[in-house]
């Protein structure tokens, strides 16, 4: 009778813990899925998270959800999406050179052709001052270019360093600032071109 | 994100892919493509992430209010058209769908 009433005791004890530990399932699995997640870079985190955790209310049994969260959500996973991010940051600063080579190139078989020209004629001193107003709009442009340049060679020197979230944040918004960099740098030039004399006055930059 | 260079081709890319390709006006989350293809999650995310800074793939969230529904937003991954010209011309290169291109 003993051995009996032993025997349903811990068979009830058993049911317990087996009820308990099934009921903290889904809260481990949820909790595995947000650590994975806090490896994101910062801009990208809060979209993995609810992407994540739509992934694991889809999977009906709470077993399944904590092997799922065991398998899937590691930092590893988390560093490969940092990767595909630093890798279209630097992509971004490939199309922006790109550009700007394209359009430099194309500025200077322009600057060739007016210099020709000048040499060859007795041209108004207007004629010639605007002639070096683009001179040296052309030499400004060619600066942003270098400055672009080595922006770009700097972050992809870093990039390979970038093996943690707090490093992948910090590269981000390093990059983030080299791109505000050269925006600031476009405007000026932009706000030169429209308003030379309070660009001449104020900033001496990018005089046109 | 910046748009990226075309991804490199694994063979568990392509399986993706092919997800895709077989339903080209069809939006699927995550879930859908893992019990589809049987590719964990780990693995999938960081292609789909892989895709969709290529452009070939475009993503956005279902449009319904998660507190009605009682659960997450599910993130929706679409095929672009760039990415249905890609998917077609890597698929068919590699006789997975229609002729192959050196047989055409």
């Keep these: 009778m003993g051995t009996v009433i032993v025997g349903v005791v811990i068979g009830l004890i058993t049911g317990f813990a087996v009820m308990e530990a099934y009921a903290w399932f889904d809260a481990v699995a949820l909790w595995l899925m947000h650590r994975a997640a806090n490896h994101i ?3 990208e985190r809060e979209r993995y998270r609810e992407e994540w955790a739509a992934d694991l209310s889809a999977i009906p049994s709470s077993l399944y959800k904590l092997a799922y969260a065991v398998i899937n959500f590691r930092k590893s996973v988390a ?3 940092n990767a595909v991010f630093v ?4 992509d971004l600063f490939d199309e922006l050179l790109t550009d700007f080579d394209n359009n430099f190139n194309r500025l200077n078989s322009k600057m060739e052709k007016i210099r020709a020209l000048f040499k060859r004629g007795n041209w108004p001193d207007e004629l010639r001052n605007d002639l070096a107003a683009l001179e040296r709009g052309h030499y400004a442009f060619g600066l942003y270019v270098g400055k672009t340049l080595e922006l770009k060679c700097r972050l992809e ?3 390979s360093h970038v093996d943690s979230v707090a490093s992948a944040d910090a590269w981000f918004e390093e990059a983030e600032c080299s791109l505000d960099e050269i925006i600031a740098l476009l405007e000026s030039v932009k706000f030169a071109r429209e308003n030379p004399e309070a660009a001449n006055g104020e900033t001496g930059q990018a005089k046109f | 994100m910046a748009k990226m260079r075309d991804p490199r081709l694994s063979h568990q890319s392509l399986q993706v892919l092919r997800v895709f390709f077989d339903e080209p006006k069809e939006s699927f989350a995550g879930a859908d493509i893992w019990r589809r293809t ?6 999938l995310y960081p292609i789909l992430a892989r895709f969709e800074a290529a ?4 993503s956005d969230w279902e449009q319904l209010s998660a507190s009605e ?3 997450p937003r599910r993130r929706l991954y679409a095929l672009t058209p760039k990415g249905y010209n890609k998917a077609n011309e890597a ?3 590699l006789g997975i769908i229609g002729r192959p291109a050196w047989a055409q």
């Design chain 2, 38 to 43: 049987g590719i964990l999650a780990g693995t």
């Design chain 2, 55 to 58: 452009g070939w793939l475009d």
């Design chain 1, 79 to 81: 560093h490969e999406i």
């Design chain 2, 69 to 71: 529904a009682g659960r």
């Design chain 1, 87 to 90: 890798a279209g940051a630097l």
């Design chain 1, 157 to 159: 020197a870093r990039a």
């Design chain 2, 91 to 93: 698929l068919a290169q």
């Design chain 1, 41 to 43: 870079i910062k801009d």
